[in-house]
């Protein structure tokens, strides 16, 4: 599985932003899909997921701010970033769980500044 992150950028507090993440290959074997993000000297985290059947999960710091969804059709899963703050700074990651591993994909940079 391969997996391409795109849409990051340099938005104002307040802001809006869409990341999104293209899904390749063996695209079947794929569980959940999930968002991380790491700011500068902090660990990599998970902030949402989204499994087979749509379920979601956020962690607290991003709950009511942040909607994970995905397009089976097109291999793609979103992460629709509102309401954002400085705090939200960070290299964000996309990953796809199957059962015998995790993927990554590239990380896209997400700054939040005036």
């Known amino acids: 599985v391969q997996l391409q992150a795109s849409g990051g950028g340099l938005v104002q507090p307040g802001g809006s932003l869409r990341l999104s993440c293209a899904a390749s290959g063996n695209t079947v074997t794929i569980i959940y899909m999930r968002w991380y993000r790491q700011a500068p000297g902090k660990e990599r985290d998970m902030i949402a997921q989204?499994?087979?059947?749509?379920?979601?999960f956020y962690d607290n710091s991003v709950k009511g701010r942040f909607t994970i969804s995905r397009d089976s059709a097109k291999h793609t899963t979103y992460l629709e970033m509102n309401s954002l703050k400085p705090e939200d700074t960070a290299v964000y990651y996309c990953?796809?769980?199957?059962?015998?591993?995790?993927?990554w994909g590239q990380g896209t940079q997400v700054t939040v500044s005036s």
């Open positions: 989204i499994d087979t059947h749509g379920t979601t």
């Open positions: 990953a796809a769980r199957s059962r015998e591993r995790n993927y």
